[in-house]
């Protein structure tokens, strides 16, 4: 009854939800994406060879 519609809904919105919220970070990801060479070479140059493979591995594994 009422406690399905209501889960119902929620997925519904949730779904919504979540596409806007995907659709406004693109922008930002493709910046993200653009830095990631920049921030690369300047911590090699830097001597930041850690620092360096940190910032590639969240980039791969999209927590950046």
Do not use: W
């Not at 493709?30 to 300047?42: C, S």
């Amino acid at each position: 009854g009422t406690i399905g519609a209501v889960a119902a809904r929620y997925r519904f919105y949730q779904t919504i939800v979540a596409q806007e919220v995907e659709k406004a970070l693109k922008p930002v990801h493709a910046q993200l994406d653009d830095l990631q060479a920049t921030v690369d070479a300047m911590a090699e140059a830097e001597g930041l060879g850690a620092h360096a493979a940190a910032v590639r591995v969240r980039m791969k594994g999209g927590v950046l």
